[in-house]
């Protein structure tokens, strides 16, 4: 199994500020996936982060919102930018894991707070 | 486009109370499906997955859940509870069709054991 942290756990963000996210696992992968999770809510795909390529970004999400960097093949990071209070989510980011990719793994989340 | 519908959002059990979480999904072709389980302050991780085989396949901690094609259906069963196993319960399916494919989620049944 993988092994994910993230950065930072928790954060008060402003509106109109950005907020930048880090996620960090403990061995290679080729896909990193990002996820919102809003109170009350599902899980929801933002975007899946290919190392050496562009971000694919769900239907609803932009990368002028979401921009998402995927350096190399352990780290990831998803800016939140222009946030307003309809942004406070928990954000998770996780890699496929198992025999044949078919399950995944996730970090702990940052929860966020816009106000 | 595949979608889950977990019924339940909260339910609350004495322990040793018997489980049953419903699960639904709306998908034409052949499916993976999973129940993923948060604990309070930990990570989402796998309780259990379907892929063929056997119908009924069994999982952590005593977990066990149904897939019923003609129902479109994945409920997940206990049949004792412990205090311990109060956590979010989250229903997932994505297509099986080789490679990673996207999973959906469904929006999660809280589970609160009382002791």
């Known amino acids: 199994s993988a092994v994910i942290s993230q950065k930072p756990s928790r954060d008060i963000c402003q509106r109109g500020t950005s907020l930048t996210i880090q996620c960090q696992v403990d061995?290679?992968?080729?896909?990193m996936f990002w996820y919102r999770q809003q109170p009350g809510q599902s899980l929801t795909l933002i975007a899946t982060?290919?190392?050496?390529?562009?971000?694919?970004?769900e239907s609803g999400f932009v990368i002028d919102k979401f921009p998402i960097s995927r350096p190399n093949l352990t780290f990831s990071t998803l800016t939140v930018s222009n946030m307003s209070p309809e942004d406070s989510s928990i954000y998770l980011c996780?890699?496929?894991?198992?025999?044949?990719?078919?399950?995944?793994?996730f970090g702990p989340g940052t929860r966020l707070l816009v106000l | 486009a595949q979608s889950v519908s977990q019924h339940n959002h909260h339910v609350i059990l004495s322990e040793a109370a018997s489980l049953e979480l419903g699960c639904n999904y709306s998908y034409g072709g052949t499916v993976n499906l999973f129940w993923y389980v948060q604990y309070p302050g930990q990570h989402l991780q796998l309780l259990l997955k379907?892929?063929?085989?056997?119908?009924l396949v069994k999982g952590i901690k005593g977990f066990e859940a149904e897939f019923i094609k003609s129902k479109f259906s994945f409920n997940l069963r206990k049949p004792s509870v412990q205090w311990s196993d109060t956590a979010e319960y989250f229903c997932a399916v994505n297509a099986n069709s080789g490679g990673y494919q996207k999973v959906t989620f469904g929006t999660g049944t809280k589970l609160q054991v009382i002791p």
């Open positions: 061995s290679q992968v080729t896909m």
């Open positions: 982060a290919n190392q050496g390529s562009e971000a694919t970004y």
């Open positions: 996780s890699v496929p894991g198992g025999a044949v990719q078919e399950t995944q793994y």
């Open positions: 379907y892929f063929s085989g056997d119908p």
